[in-house]
């Protein structure tokens, strides 16, 4: 009897991993955009967030196109003028 392999392979754990990672380092900042008094940053963390936890981290072209939205989100925020006063 052969053992049943996994579908998952390490680059996906990874890549699964980095989309995490990026998305609580997108919503650290949507916090601090909140508590500096940014309406819309409430909404769109809850969005981030629910959008995160929907990513099945078998598929990995889910996991890479949301990864590829927050990437562009990060950006926008690092250009905001706003983050880190």
Do not use: C, K
Request: aromatic share 6%; proline share 2%.
């Amino acid at each position: 009897m052969a053992a049943e392999q996994s579908l998952w392979h390490v680059n996906d754990v990874v890549a699964y991993d980095a989309m995490r990672e990026l998305a609580s380092t997108v919503q650290a900042r949507l916090i601090h955009l909140e508590r500096q008094g940014d309406p819309a940053a409430r909404a769109e963390l809850i969005e981030v967030r629910r959008a995160t936890l929907a990513v099945d981290g078998y598929d990995r072209a889910a996991v890479d196109d949301f990864t590829q939205q927050l990437t562009r989100r990060h950006m926008e925020l690092d250009q905001a003028p706003a983050y880190g006063r």
